[in-house]
C-alpha cells in the first residue's frame, strides 16, 4: 500500500513542480519559462479588467422584450453507406442532401429562467432531425461573461482563473464609432476540448464584450462562432447577431451546417445593482414556455420573409427555395413540427423541456453501445425499451422493461418496471417492478461453513456459495411531502431458488439450508431529504435540478412471517448521505457514505442491501453513482455479513494527469477523475480501492485496484460507451 500512496504523492509533487506561477504547466521537456512579450503584458492587463467585470454583466439583465429570426442550412459534403445512421449523430435529412429553413419566435425573458415564446412562422425545403437540431442550435446558447458554456462542456476566457488556461495578447486597437476596441487574442495553454481559441474585442475603459470570434470542438463538431453584442446603452451586453459554423466528420460521413441569427429587442429591464445585491435567489427555477398555436404557421409570402431578414438570401438559397417541395412540408406529422417548437428555448436555456404525448425508446438490437466491460464482469450486453404516455395534467404511465447477459458468469437478468406518476407536481408516483438480482446465499450457510471447515484446509474464497437465484416483485409509492422531502413506501415479495443441488456436503444439516427454498415478505418505509432542493416545473412536472446541500436518506424495512410462504422474520435499516460539490471550471467533488444491518435475526436472512449492492451493467459517466459503487469487490462479499459502512471519494477535473504524460491526448479528453473507496464488514475489517479514470463523449474508460487490510487485491478495468446513453 505504501508504495502505491507514494507513487500518488510524487505525482502531485511532479505536478506542482511542473506548474508555473500562474498555474499552468509547462513543457516537460523544456521546463525553462518563455519571457512574456509586450503584446502578451497587454494582453493580460485588459483580460484582467474583462474578468473582474464578468461576474457583474453576467447577471445584469432582469427581462427583456426580442424577435429573434433564425435562418439554417445543412450541406451534406461526403456521404456512404453509414450515412443512413447519421441522423442520430447530426442534424441532417438523408433524404436532402441541401436543406433550409426559417423561422421568426416572438420571444420573452424574464430572470433567472422563465421564458415565452410566441411563434410566428416557419418556412423552408426540409425538417432534419429535430432533436439533434435542437442540440446544435444551444451553441447560440451562450452568454460570454459565464465561467463555462454549454453545461459546463467549455472554459470560457473570462473565467476567474482563466490565466490558467489560456494565454492573451493584444493583435491591434481600432477606433470605431468614437469607440476604443481592444483585439485580444486568446489561445489555450493545453489543447483540449474543454478549451477554445479565438478573438475577443474589448470596448475601452467599461471593458465590455463588443464581439467574439471563437474556434473550438464539442462532442462530433467542429465549430466557428461568431456574435455581435450592442453597443447602444440600452442593449450594450445583448447579443444581436450570431453566426455558427459546424462541420461534422463521423464514420467516413462529412456534414456541413450554418446558422445566422438576429435579435430585435422590444424592450430591456436591468438589474438594480443595490436590489439584487439583497435578492434571496429562489428555488423554483421553472422556464415556462407558451406557444401561440398547436403549429407553426407556414408561411411562404416572400415580402413576409424579406421584411423579417436582416441580410437578404443569397443566389443559391433562393435556388434551394425553388427546389422545395412545401406540399410535403405541410404533410409532414405535426410531431415533427413541434420538434421545433423550443428552438429558440434553446437559445437561452440548455434545459430540454421536449416532453411529448407518447414517446418510445429502444437500445437496438444490433447496437454495439450497449456493450460493456469490468474486471470482475467481463463483457455485458444490455437491451432497454423505454415507453411512456402523457395523460392530462402531465400524469404519466411508463414502461422500462431491460435485459441483460453477463457473460464471465453467464448470467442473465432480467427487469421489468413500470410507474404510475399519478401527481407530478409533488413528484407522486406508484411503480411496480419485476425481476432478478445477483445471486447469493443465507446467513445460515455462511455460519454452518465457517464452523463445519475452520479447521480445514478449504477456505471461504474457495468455495462457490452462490447457490441461490434471487427473484423479486416490488410494489412502492413515492410522494414529496415538502420540497426536497419525499416519503417512500413499498412492500416487496423475495424468492430464492437454489441454483443446484448441492454437490459438497461440508456438514451434518448444511445440504438441507443449501437446498431449501426461501420466501420474504417485506414492507418497507424511508425518506430522503436535500436541503434547499432547486427545481423546474415542466408544465404540472416536477423535476429536480440541484442544491448547494447534501442528500439524507433513510429506509427502514420488516420482514413478515406467514404471509404466501414467508418465514424472514428479521429487521433491516439504512442510511446514506451523499453530494456532488461543484468546484467550478468543470471541476467537482463527491463523496458518499452509507451504512446498514440486520437486526432481529429470528430466521434465515439474506443480505440484500439497497445502497451496498454488486452494478452489473457499466454506469453513464455523468451519473453520480459511477464514483459511489466498489468496481473490484468479489460478489459474495455484497451478502457475507449483517452490517457494514462504506465510504467513496470521487474527485473530477479535465486536467490531471494526462496533460503531464501524454500532452497531445487532452485534445481528446474532456474529463479525468479519481476514486477512493473504502468499506467496513465485521467479517472484512478493511477493504479499499483506488482508482483513475479518463473519457470524452463516446466511451469511458477507468481502473480500479483493490487492497484487502492494506494488501494488494487485485487490478481490474471498466469501460463503457457514453453515446446514445
Known sequence: MKKYINIIILLFIAANALANPDGSYGNLLLLGRTPKTVSSQQGDSIMRMVIENADKYRTAVNRYEAE????????????????????????????????????????????????????????????????????????????????????????????????KFYNFNLESIEIVDNLKIYKIRFMPKLWSQKLICGDLYITDKNWRIDKIDVNGRFSFAEF????????????????????????YHVLGNAI?????????????????????????????????????????????????WNKKRDIPLTKEEAIKYEKKNIAVLQKSDTGNIQRYLKITEKLTNTINLDYKTTRL??????????LGYSGRNGITYRQQVRFSKTFKRDRQLRFRPEIGFVFKRKELFFKFGGDWEYLPEKRGALSLSIGNTN????????EEINEQLKDSAFNFDNLDLEYFKHYYVELKNQIELFN?????????????????????????????????????FIPTIGFSYTPRQYYWMDGY????????????????????????????????????????????LSRRFNYHISGGMYTNQKSTYFADYRYFTRHNFPESWGGDDFGGVFHQLRSVWFNASDKYVQGHLMY???????????????????????YLSQLWMPIKPSYTEIGYGFGNHIFNVAAFVGFDKLKYDGIGFKFAFELFQ
Open 484 to 520: 426536497g422531502f419525499q416519503l417512500t413506501t413499498g412492500v416487496s415479495y423475495h424468492r430464492r431458488v437454489p441454483t443446484r443441488k448441492s454437490a459438497i456436503d461440508p456438514g451434518d444439516g448444511v445440504t438441507e439450508i443449501i437446498n431449501e427454498n426461501y420466501h420474504d
Open 256 to 304: 456541413a451546417s450554418s446558422y445566422h441569427t438576429s435579435f430585435k429587442y422590444n424592450a430591456v429591464e436591468w438589474v438594480e445593482e443595490d436590489y439584487e445585491s439583497k435578492k434571496y435567489k429562489p428555488l423554483d427555477l421553472t422556464g415556462y414556455y407558451r406557444l401561440s398555436s398547436d403549429t407553426i404557421p407556414i408561411i411562404s409570402d416572400s415580402s413576409y
Open 541 to 584: 412536472r416536477k423535476e429536480y435540478l440541484y442544491s448547494y446541500y447534501p442528500t439524507i436518506s433513510l429506509e427502514f424495512g420488516q420482514s413478515i412471517p406467514g404471509v404466501w410462504k414467508s418465514s424472514g422474520n428479521y429487521g433491516r435499516i439504512e442510511a446514506d448521505i451523499h453530494q456532488s460539490i461543484y468546484l467550478g
Open 361 to 370: 425508446k429502444y437500445s437496438g438490437i444490433l447496437n454495439p453501445f450497449q
Open 439 to 446: 445471486q447469493g446465499y443465507s446467513s445460515k450457510i455462511m
Open 68 to 163: 429573434i429570426y433564425i435562418k439554417g442550412k445543412t450541406e451534406i459534403l461526403k456521404r456512404n453507406i453509414l450515412m443512413r445512421f447519421a441522423h442520430h449523430l447530426f442534424p441532417v435529412d438523408r433524404r436532402n442532401k441541401d436543406m433550409i429553413f426559417e423561422m421568426v419566435s416572438q420571444s420573452k425573458f424574464n430572470a433567472p429562467n422563465n421564458y415565452q415564446h410566441n411563434f410566428e412562422a416557419l418556412y423552408g425545403n426540409s425538417i432534419p432531425n429535430g432533436a439533434k437540431q435542437q442540440e446544435v442550435l444551444t451553441f447560440l446558447n451562450l452568454n460570454v461573461y459565464s465561467p463555462t458554456i454549454y453545461n459546463e462542456g467549455i472554459i470560457m476566457p473570462v473565467a476567474n482563473e482563466a490565466f
Open 652 to 674: 473530477e477535473s479535465p486536467f490531471m494527469l494526462i496533460q503531464l504524460f501524454k500532452p497531445e491526448a487532452t485534445k481528446h479528453i474532456i474529463s479525468e477523475r479519481f
Open 224 to 247: 466557428n462562432l461568431v456574435m455581435t453584442f450592442g453597443r447602444d446603452y440600452r442593449h450594450f451586453i445583448l447579443p444581436q447577431k450570431a453566426d455558427l459554423f459546424l462541420r
